[in-house]
């Protein structure tokens, strides 16, 4: 379809802005109520929640994992909006926007208030100059408390530096999930979106130096897909305008400039991209053409003009290696099972994720993944497993450093609420994995809010012992703090594993003996083989096991007594938990239907063999 709503629309009636929170402020459900104000839903119209969340894992897991663009119009103007992530892992899909806009929308839940990745991601617009809006929402939920809320803003604001200009932020309140908003918490009726939009078009600026009749110029910003013309340029235009069947060039890193042709022009409405005739200067476009086209490029008009200024983004504290499923059941559940296409998979991923970097080892078969955290790489599975691969996955390893002969690691600073009966056992915790203590304070309905600083390697498997401790009660966030000294060994997993010595399926006969050592991971039926762990003991050994043997029957009874074993159901693990269990000398099996956990050499005799040559 051939739009030319926007043909002609001036610089000054764009607003370009992100949206930005905490992991489930409402953010996402925030876009989807300035959507149906700018008449993307008819009326009556049947609307999918979190209609942004287009991916299966968003919808699946309530975050938003990658930054979308979307548009509405609203009393002559074009306002462009960017959707992006609250989760630290995937903030370098956040950083990479902010050269997209001019403003942002900082949503801010009215119980919980700013938290650690609200720092994270407001201090990076404010950084780049951007104006923010705030707007405190869930004003509705129990114990909300608005006005406590706004001050804590101001004072974030306050912490970050923020400009005068910055500081004094218009403040909107509201409920994203039923649609009202207002400027002021007193006599004012709550009624629909207008007064938001209205602080949206009177506080965020037009976009800098958008003129039309200059030399066209855009910074890349995000690279989308397009099943007909392949990839998709995305960005602001700085300056000028584009048509179909330009010839513009490519600024690339390593400086070589490479020229090409305007294949396909596309704009953001509603839900939808759209063809377009023209690109003008400070609208948000989507170009084809440019096959090898990368984030942080630049396209020109002028061959000879300088690319634009790239933002930094925050380098990977993790990594972890890829490689094909070598165990005795690899290749039977999967179809993407050679070394060449997880290879070829890897590096499209690192194509289009700036913070995810991929490289090959001395070992055939064998990826590098580094990345922010074990979320962002437990993502990258899980998608990988609906497409159908099948891969072996390393724990994560913290990325270290070496300056002037001593050894740096990355440390977090980390933010955890509790219920009060469980701060001594949640500094306790901290002790354990080396974090450091530095304040502890009440922050009412008998809950206590705790700052400490930790080294990365001390977060992994930390969420599954917070969850334990408190129930499911204890909420925590993490921000990268610096690298400093290494801090020394951590032990997170005390017990060893039941490992399995044959192939075959599990027995309930032998698993009932095996519960009594602890606790199973397989079910009766499941498919085991030798090396394959099964169970976890309390014991900080591994113990060798056979789930396979059956009872041998001698009359009836035994028989049906064997049928009616009761079992524990067994642990199942999610791709995360599974990456932040193992150990160095085990691996992750993810295939399509499968998650299974094994040791790295899978032979008894040969892993003896190897343990003992490191000991």
């Known amino acids: 379809m051939m739009n030319e709503e926007n043909k002609g629309t001036p610089a000054g009636k764009y607003r370009n802005l992100a949206i930005i929170a905490h992991v489930d402020h409402g953010k996402t459900t925030l876009v989807d109520q300035l959507l149906r104000a700018g008449g993307t839903y008819r009326e009556n119209q049947e609307v999918q929640d979190r209609a942004m969340d287009s991916m299966d894992l968003e919808r699946e897991k309530g975050i938003t994992i990658k930054a979308k663009n979307t548009s509405i119009r609203w009393n002559g103007y074009v306002i462009n909006i960017v959707d992006t992530p609250g989760h630290a892992d995937f903030g370098a899909e956040v950083e990479r926007v902010m050269k997209m806009v001019d403003g942002v ?7 919980e208030g700013p938290q650690a990745q609200t720092r994270f991601v407001l201090r990076k617009a404010l950084e780049e100059g951007l104006l923010p809006i705030v707007v405190i929402n869930k004003i509705d939920r129990p114990h909300a408390d608005p006005v406590k809320v706004h001050d804590e803003v101001l004072e974030l604001l306050m912490d970050l530096d923020a400009t005068e200009e910055q500081f004094d932020a218009p403040f909107v309140y509201g409920s994203a999930k039923d649609g009202y908003f207002m400027t002021s918490l007193e006599n004012e009726p709550p009624v629909d979106c207008t ?6 078009v009177n506080r965020i600026p037009p976009p800098k130096d958008a003129d039309p009749d200059k030399d066209f110029k855009m910074l890349i910003s995000n690279i989308d897909w397009d099943d007909y013309v392949g990839r998709v340029a995305v960005g602001r235009i700085s300056a000028g305008r584009v048509r179909k069947g330009d010839t513009l060039y490519l600024l690339r890193r390593d400086g070589s400039r490479v020229p090409g042709k305007v294949t396909r022009l596309f704009e953001y409405s509603g839900l939808q991209t759209n063809d377009s005739t023209v690109g003008e200067a400070g609208n948000i476009v989507g170009i084809s053409g440019f096959e090898d086209v990368d984030i942080g490029e630049t396209l020109v008009q002028n061959a000879e003009d300088e690319p634009l200024p790239f933002v930094h983004i925050e ?3 993790v990594q972890m290696d890829f490689s094909i499923n070598d165990g ?11 070394s060449r296409v997880i290879r070829d998979r890897l590096m499209r991923e690192m194509r289009t994720n700036i913070s995810i970097k991929v490289e090959d080892t001395e070992q055939a078969g064998v990826f590098r993944v580094s990345a922010r955290g074990t979320m962002q790489v437990a993502i990258l599975m899980e998608q990988m497993r609906r497409e159908d691969y099948e891969i072996l996955v390393s724990r994560p390893q913290v990325i270290m450093r070496e300056e002037e002969g001593q050894k740096l690691e990355p440390f977090e600073t980390l933010y955890i609420e509790v219920p009060d009966e469980c701060a001594n056992g949640v500094v306790r915790i901290l002790g354990n ?4 203590l530095e304040s502890m304070e009440g922050v009412g309905a008998g809950s ?3 700052k400490a600083s930790i080294p990365t390697r001390g977060l992994i498997g930390f969420e599954f012992e ?8 204890g909420i925590f966030s993490h921000l990268f703090k610096e690298y400093a000294p290494y801090a020394g060994d951590i032990v997170t997993r005390r017990g060893g594993t039941l490992v399995s010595l044959e192939a075959g399926i599990a027995r309930p006969y032998s698993l009932e003996a095996l519960e009594e050592r602890g606790t199973l991971f397989i079910a009766p039926g499941d498919e085991v083989y030798e090396g394959m762990i099964v169970g976890e003991t309390a014991k900080p050994v591994d113990i060798p096991v056979n789930p396979t043997r059956e009872k041998h029957l001698t009359n009836h009874r035994s028989a049906t007594k064997n049928e009616s074993v009761q079992l524990t ?3 199942v693990f999610s791709l995360e938990r599974a990456l932040e269990y193992i150990e160095p000398d085990e691996l992750v099996e993810a295939t399509p239907h499968f998650i299974r956990l094994r040791k790295r050499i899978i032979d008894a005799t040969a892993r003896k063999r190897a343990s003992f040559q490191n000991s």
């Open 105 to 111: 929308i900082l949503v801010v839940d009215a119980y």
């Open 195 to 200: 007064p938001l939009l209205f602080s949206i």
């Open 315 to 317: 380098p990977p504290t």
């Open 328 to 338: 005795p059941l690899g290749g039977r559940d999967g179809k993407n099972v050679t």
């Open 433 to 436: 994995r080396k974090g450091v």
């Open 448 to 450: 206590v809010s705790i």
């Open 466 to 473: 917070l969850v334990n401790l408190t129930s499911g009660r």
């Open 569 to 571: 159901p067994p642990r």
